[in-house]
């Protein structure tokens, strides 16, 4: 399985229902995180605060597993965030427009003029996604150099050999590349690092004391490590936190995070038209933040997933709710983890999840095996045996674990598919995201 990096946009937008008012229902929601402990679905940390107070905090799993022990988090436990790092170095950068030391319209070609298109891109084109740089994640040879250091040189450099994707503000593509610039602009202008200026600018200030720059994973500071689940529990590589910088390079916790937003949201980090900007959402994209609808609400974050972990945080501004969850083993979707826990908050509609599976007997499994095929679908799906575990494997694809929750139905959660068999007709039926494609066997 490839790890996560710190890329991806999560929406949560389904409509599940009319919601009410609270109260809040703390059992319910520590309904939903026992059943993900105990069927392993997942392992992380959850925090929701209202008006500034945490109403609801909860750890569950380890921050490490190995043959001897296995160590479990707790609330103060901290985990790689990804790319909610982006808020940060947007706030930093907000920060030193007030203070007239650069503008939005600022040419890159000031900082980096090597880069291509640098003097056509402007600080405020990094912020929103609308520079054309080119995501240097996306590369297929990042996994084989992503666990090694990286000085500033050597990122510009991988950074300026691409050519652009599109002209400047053509649209908006997410890049990981603006923000690491962005990290290094912060750095040239205030003349520190970017670990200390992010200390002396935000977390000393609004008294965030479990809010850094990451470097390797050390337990004894209760950090963790990151996990895949491939049958069991798979420990992860690390990136080196020199690589992502002001993109992804941040460790904190939920409590942490709730603390952060609400202090953006009260306008202690920034004057009132800065604030403005960072949230005026130009397709899909505000400047370090996102909207992220739910029901009939709305909102405001970012989302995050560096190795094996992943995160999302969270503000309500009609509610004056703040949420976040950062996890470091996913065996469940977040994306539901997180609807889940909203639903409960916002007392609506929802029905806890049982991860219900049935027994099959190991050579009952065979009449499954096979490579499955069509026109329609770009991959080929080889279904296999792995003792008394039925695996998929999609082409160039590492294989997944398949659990059996009804008569020829499969699902690998994680990932949200769902395999059902005809084996009448030698084929089986796809489905994830809401779409069916129909695979026959060769």
């Not at 009410?20 to 703390?26: A, Q, W």
């Not at 945080?313 to 609807?339: C, H, K, R, T, W």
Request: charged content about 20%; aromatic content about 10%; overall charge neutral.
């Amino acid at each position: 399985m490839k790890n996560i990096f710190f890329t991806t946009l999560l929406l949560i937008c389904l409509a599940l229902g009319n919601a009410h008012s609270e109260p809040f229902n703390n059992a319910r929601l520590d309904s939903l995180f026992d059943i993900l402990a105990a069927k392993n679905k997942a392992m992380g940390s959850i925090a929701i605060s209202k008006n500034g107070n945490i109403i609801y905090s909860r750890a569950i799993g380890y921050k490490q597993i190995s043959d001897k022990e296995k160590q479990p988090v707790t609330t103060s436990t901290k985990y790689r965030i990804g790319s909610i790092t982006k808020m940060f170095t947007a706030t930093m950068i907000f920060q030193l427009i007030d203070e007239g030391k650069i503008k939005l319209t600022t040419p890159i070609a000031t900082y980096f003029p090597k880069l291509p298109n640098a003097g056509k891109i402007t600080i405020g084109n990094l912020l929103n996604h609308r520079s054309g740089l080119h995501n240097f994640t996306n590369d297929e040879d990042y996994m084989t150099w992503m666990t090694s250091p990286k000085t500033h040189d050597e990122m510009l450099d991988i950074i300026s050999k691409k050519p652009v994707d599109f002209e400047p503000n053509e649209k908006a593509s997410y890049s990981n590349s603006n923000y690491v610039l962005l990290g290094y602009v912060i750095e040239n202008i205030t003349k520190q690092t970017y670990s200390k200026a992010l200390q002396e600018r935000i977390t000393s200030k609004i008294g965030l004391s479990d809010t850094y720059v990451g470097g390797k994973i050390n337990l004894t500071h209760n950090e963790c490590f990151s996990y895949a689940v491939l049958g069991d529990w798979e420990l992860q590589p690390e990136t080196d936190m020199s690589i992502p910088g002001g993109a992804g390079a941040i460790i904190s916790t939920p409590t942490d995070l709730t603390k952060f937003i609400e202090a953006l949201f009260a306008q202690k980090l920034m004057s009132e038209k800065s604030f403005s900007q960072m949230k005026t959402i130009t397709d899909s994209y505000g400047m370090g933040i996102f909207t992220i609808p739910f029901n009939t609400r709305k909102a405001y974050g970012h989302n995050g997933g560096i190795d094996g972990f992943a995160s999302i945080l969270g503000y309500f501004p009609e509610d004056s709710v703040a949420i976040s969850y950062i996890s470091n083993g996913q065996a469940y979707p977040m994306n539901d983890i997180l609807i889940g826990a909203l639903s409960i908050y916002f007392d609506m509609d929802y029905s806890i999840p049982t991860f219900t599976v049935i027994a099959v007997k190991p050579e009952e499994l065979d009449k499954y095996r096979g490579v499955y095929s069509s026109p329609q679908f770009p991959l080929k799906i080889t279904i296999a045996k792995e003792g008394s575990t039925l695996t998929g494997q999609a082409t160039g694809q590492s294989s997944f674990p398949l659990e059996a929750t009804e008569k020829d139905k499969f699902e690998f959660q994680q990932a949200g598919i769902v395999i059902e068999f005809n084996t009448t007709k030698s084929e089986l039926t796809l489905k994830q995201g809401g779409r069916n494609f129909v695979l026959k066997k060769e």
